[in-house]
């Protein structure tokens, strides 16, 4: 076994990292597990409310590694056109009756705006700071990335492209999460309108280092230990994976999405707005194939109107109505201790 490399952004022995993944699948003993292996690992803050972000945190702390809090940028600007919600509300209704949701009530109570709690996070990150804070679905405003890293926080923001590297460097960015397009769950782009093409995790490193200085963590795609090389040769200092890590024994993944990564019925995945109106990468299932050409751009309207859909649909088993967030190298994806997976990344290095 070569020597590793070290990763200096983030201050672990492996230049790997557990990615956040909100709804369900990061939890204090997934952290435990990959932190404990000699990975870097995030809490998922969003989602949660900011009291129990805050109680992670508390806990976290009292385990013995670094670890970092990932925060959604809420989105600025005009909301989604009401009409356009309406109109797939509509669209989608006989999935939501399958499951007794009344879709027009839900559609009655989706808030018209939603910042995820954004500024108490901040806060609380303020007043119980965190080796590392990461940010993602958009530009953090310049004054909270200041505030985070007058903290001695480090401050690392997600990005697709070159050119919203070169912006977050602008906005005073310790390091940059570069994240490809083979990536399991919601792209971070920052323009959700836009397609999200296909390519490679390494390109999207390659294209960023030759415009940014800044130290990168490569996410997206990662199915075993070459893609590991194959993105630290690209540029990157780390290099992070969400979805080998979803089967785990500490992953908090539901049933039914840990069963749809091992079904044969599940085959490829693809990037859609179905479930939530941002793109994210998900198994195609019958959802998605139903709806995906029909979805509007309205994060996080969509995500409201579908999730009492979802909720029921996991707890039935129903995997064709759920989102099976994966990234393309979800085959890759196995069961058993957490740690065997950074074990077995770590390899070739
Ligand atoms: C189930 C799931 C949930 C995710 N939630 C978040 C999140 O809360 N914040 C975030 O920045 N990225 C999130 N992501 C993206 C991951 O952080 C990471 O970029 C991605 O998993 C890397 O690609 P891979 O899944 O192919 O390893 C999520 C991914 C998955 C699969």
Redesign the pocket.
């Known amino acids: 076994m070569a020597r590793t490399a070290p990763a200096p952004l983030l201050g672990t022995d492996l230049p790997l990292v557990a990615?956040?993944?909100?709804?369900g699948?990061t939890t204090l003993d997934l952290l435990a597990a990959t932190t404990g292996a000699g990975a870097f690992a995030f809490l998922?803050g969003?989602y949660q409310t900011p009291d129990s972000l805050a109680d992670q945190v508390r806990r976290a702390h009292e385990g013995a590694h670094p670890f970092g809090v990932?925060l959604?940028v809420p989105a600025t600007g005009p909301g989604p056109d009401p009409a356009a919600l309406a109109a797939y509300a509509r669209r989608i209704a006989p999935d939501a009756a399958a499951h007794d949701v009344d879709l027009d009530a839900v559609l009655a109570s989706v808030p018209a705006t939603d910042d995820d709690g954004w500024a108490a996070k901040v806060d609380l990150l303020r007043r119980d700071p965190v080796p590392v804070v990461?940010c993602?679905f958009g530009p953090p405003p310049a004054a909270d990335v200041a505030a985070l890293r007058a903290t001695g926080s480090v401050v690392l923001v997600?990005v697709t492209t070159p050119q919203e590297a070169a912006a977050a460097e602008e906005l005073g960015a310790d390091g940059l999460?570069v994240?490809g397009p083979?990536?399991?769950?919601?792209s971070?782009t920052w323009d959700p309108a836009r397609t999200v093409a296909d390519g490679t995790t390494a390109d999207a490193v390659a294209a960023v280092v030759a415009r940014t200085p800044l130290p990168v963590v490569a996410?997206?795609?990662?199915d075993g230990p070459a893609a590991v090389t194959r993105l630290l040769q690209a540029g990157a200092q780390a290099v992070?994976?969400?979805?080998?890590l979803?089967r785990t024994d500490e992953a908090g993944t539901s049933r039914t999405h840990r069963d749809a990564l091992a079904d044969p019925r599940f085959t490829t995945t693809a990037m859609t707005r179905a479930f939530s109106g941002r793109p994210a990468r998900a198994l195609v299932n019958g959802f998605l194939t139903r709806h995906d050409a029909h979805a509007p751009v309205a994060y996080p309207q969509v995500h409201h109107l579908t999730r009492e859909l979802r909720r029921r649909a996991a707890a039935a088993g129903d995997a064709e109505r759920l989102h099976l967030?994966?990234?393309?190298?979800h085959r890759g994806a196995t069961t058993g201790p957490a740690a065997d997976v950074v074990r077995a990344l770590a390899a070739d290095l």
């Open positions: 990615a956040p993944m909100a709804g699948p998922a969003g990932n959604f990461s993602t997600t999460v994240q083979g990536a399991g769950g919601h971070g996410a997206g795609g990662v992070a994976v969400g979805t080998l979803l967030w994966a990234g393309t190298g």
